[in-house]
């Protein structure tokens, strides 16, 4: 099983980036997928979620209305729209198949700042 995210950066406050995500070794449209995410010296926080053929999704409050999480289950891929991104969403974003984060992939680095 491999998640490999992809798409992080450097970005000003208000700016918009997309996170990518491609799963592979698994059978991807079985799965609600997650993004997680971990700011320096914090536990891994959960940000979003969708069902295994996005009809629902879930986030959390700080990221309500600025996130969008979507899912393309013909080409294995998961993403998440960020809006209007703040300083306080710096943070290794991840790709996982469990609300914990447990189990992730390799992490992509967003960094919100002017």
């Known amino acids: 099983v491999q998640l490999q995210a992809s798409g992080g950066g450097l970005v000003r406050p208000g700016e918009s980036l997309r996170l990518s995500c491609v799963g592979t070794?698994?059978?991807?449209?079985?799965?609600?997928l997650y993004w997680v995410r971990q700011a320096p010296g914090k536990e891994i926080e959960w940000v979003s979620e969708?069902?295994?053929?996005?009809?629902?999704?879930n986030y959390l409050d700080s990221v309500k209305g600025r996130f969008t999480i979507s899912r393309d289950n013909a080409k294995n891929t998961l993403y998440l729209q960020m809006d209007n991104v703040k300083p306080e969403d710096t943070a290794l974003y991840y790709c996982?198949?469990?609300?914990?984060?447990?189990?992730r992939g390799q992490g992509t680095q967003v960094t919100v700042s002017s």
């Open positions: 070794g698994f059978t991807f449209d079985r799965y609600w």
């Open positions: 996982a198949r469990d609300r914990g984060g447990h189990l």
């Open positions: 969708i069902s295994a053929f996005g009809g629902t999704t």
